[in-house]
């Protein structure tokens, strides 16, 4: 297989490891192509919807986008703002206050939108749950779409068996049904349908892209969209790509490809917001992957949202000149940095209640906290934390105000989303998807919260996902981690959730000299290993507490990512330790 693709070996097996076995697969996979991209008409309720906004557009009425405040919701509103605007469309955005109106399309905000002459509203990456509110737009006339990709509530039937005379007094309930809002247009990758979409994993900003293409579609009448906009849609995969990093859907297939050719055309954007978030993370001119997606620009942009209001990052990404985006970015930097603070604060008390409340020790399978003082802005970041050190699934939540404000992270395998569901008698609303949810809670009912969402996961969770694993990929040898084989892993990128970084192990390495103390507080270890007279830098993070079991000499089987560093133009390859054992 390497020979016949003319890779190394340890890619090979990669890709095996992928489940990519079929020679045109693995083709596709080393070199994503945009024909690749699958029909947006083949998304449920897309052509509708893009026929419902092109309508809009040709009558001038005036649409507005209502989308979400976090990065997939800002990305997605900006895709369809540029997208309709230059077809001619009459259109403007509204993004809720996450604190204030809290996730979601509001009927207060249909009312608001109402009174201002909307005719249209838009939703993207929201609006799959908004009943009440699709009913009050209905009322005031104002013509519903609904772009989405989480999870909708559900709705269950109870039927009785048997006839007249042999009746069976037990009801056999039926299979969930969608319980989905009466608007004019519902536009989902998972809705049910004869045929259904091949990439259910689409994120917000991935269906606002493929409506945009839908739209183009349906002003132009054919299959084709016009020059002008077939343009922006190129522009438009560096939105889209924002989106999909930052939501962490799976990076395979179709996500694969819009992230691969966004992340290409980052670095060479026409969008002056883009252009700006990009100079404001020191990140000019760099060769932009998934990392610098999910640690240095989707944050900022959460920033905003967080600890104050999303639409000045919408507005930046939109309608924005360039020095006003320039302001915006500066201002964002300063957000981000607040937000910083702000999460270590909550999360050192987060960690000091699961202590008090022996979470652990009880052997709850799921972490729940709370607190008044607790920003609801951050406590989202703060659960994935949560998650990443006790592989649980968790909620925080903010209990300021008449109504707390919680945002839960999973582990994979475990259904965040349907796990609320089983629990909403406690709850006011809740909504999301498999990897992430929100909810809101009385106060006074927190406890009973808490108590329920723990027993429902002690009861129904694998206790298996509750062990964090590292997959390995394959064995190599030092003298075979060259700057080439590098180069060749970093083909089968971006890397992110469904395609994570292959990790290789090194067997039987041992340590040339004591390892050295590194990083502010020492938390860190730096290696120097050798193996068959070949010796190589490694560093590992975290390690800092095995100092002491690490003398020269020391012989260890090593998980790492290998990686080039760059220093004084000198290029070397270096090893990220993931884990290591002691041998013997």
Not at 221 to 245: Q, S, W, Y
Request: glycine share 10%; aromatic share 4%.
């Amino acid at each position: 297989m390497a020979d016949r693709l003319r890779v190394s070996q340890v890619v090979a097996q990669v890709l095996l490891n992928r489940g990519v076995v079929e020679h045109d697969d693995c083709q596709s996979f080393l070199r994503p192509n945009l024909k690749c991209l699958l029909d947006p008409a083949l998304i449920p309720g897309l052509t509708q919807g893009a026929y419902r906004v092109a309508a809009a557009i040709r009558d001038k009425r005036q649409i507005v986008i209502f989308g979400d405040y976090d990065v997939d919701g800002i990305t997605a509103t900006a895709i369809l703002w540029h997208a309709i605007r230059m077809l001619g469309g009459n259109v403007r955005y509204y993004i809720p206050h996450r604190v204030e109106e809290g996730y979601g399309l509001n009927a207060d905000a249909i009312r608001q939108l109402a009174s201002e002459g909307a005719q249209l509203v838009l939703t993207v990456d929201c609006g799959i749950t908004a009943i009440e509110p699709a009913d009050v737009a209905r009322e005031l006339g104002v013509e519903l779409v609904i772009s989405d990709h989480h999870e909708w509530k559900e709705r269950s039937e109870v039927v009785g068996r048997g006839s007249e005379v042999d009746a069976d007094p037990t009801p056999d309930p039926l299979p969930p049904t969608p319980h989905l809002p009466n608007a004019a247009a519902i536009v989902h990758p998972r809705l049910p349908s004869e045929t259904p979409y091949p990439n259910p994993h689409l994120c917000g900003a991935g269906v606002a892209f493929k409506l945009a293409w839908g739209i183009g579609q349906a002003m132009s009448g054919a299959n084709r969209v016009n020059e002008e906009l077939k343009g922006f849609l190129m522009e438009a995969m560096a939105l889209a790509a924002l989106g999909t990093i930052a939501d962490v859907v799976p990076l395979v297939g179709e996500n694969r490809i819009l992230a691969h050719f966004g992340l290409g055309g980052l670095k060479a954007t026409k969008l002056v917001g883009l252009r700006a978030l990009i100079e404001s993370a020191d990140l000019n001119g760099k060769k932009l992957d998934s990392y610098h997606v999910g640690f240095l620009l989707a944050p900022r942009l959460n920033a905003c949202g967080r600890m104050g209001h999303a639409r000045l990052a919408v507005e930046m990404l939109t309608e924005a000149t360039e020095d006003r985006a320039i302001e915006i970015a500066t201002f964002l930097e300063s957000q981000n940095r607040q937000r910083q603070n702000t999460e270590r604060a909550i999360l050192g008390h987060a960690l000091e209640q699961i202590t008090q409340l022996q979470m652990i020790e009880n052997g709850c399978k799921a972490i729940v906290v709370g607190d008044r003082d607790w920003h609801p802005g951050v406590i989202g970041i703060v659960a994935s934390r949560i998650v990443d050190r006790f592989h649980r699934p968790t909620i925080v939540v903010g209990l300021n105000g008449e109504i707390g404000q919680g945002s839960g992270r999973s582990v994979d395998g475990f259904h965040l989303a349907r796990a609320l569901q089983n629990v909403t008698h406690t709850l006011e609303s809740h909504g999301g998807h498999e990897m992430a949810a929100g909810l809101k809670v009385l106060p006074d009912k927190f406890e009973s919260f808490r108590t329920a969402f723990v027993a429902h996961v002690n009861d129904t969770i694998d206790p298996t996902l509750l062990v964090p694993e590292l997959k390995l990929d394959c064995d190599t040898e030092l003298s075979h981690v060259t700057e080439a084989l590098v180069t060749d892993l970093a083909r089968l990128g971006p890397f992110g959730r469904g395609n994570p970084k292959p990790v290789l192990r090194c067997r039987q390495v041992s340590l040339t000299a004591a390892p050295k103390r590194v990083g502010k507080t020492g938390d860190h270890l730096q290696l120097y290993i050798k193996q068959n007279g070949a010796i190589m830098k490694a560093i590992a993070f975290g390690a800092g507490a095995m100092f002491d079991q690490l003398p020269a000499g020391t012989v260890l089987d090593l998980a790492v990512l290998p990686q080039v560093n760059e220093f004084n133009g000198y290029r070397s390859v270096e090893l990220e330790v993931k884990d290591l054992q002691i041998v013997g």
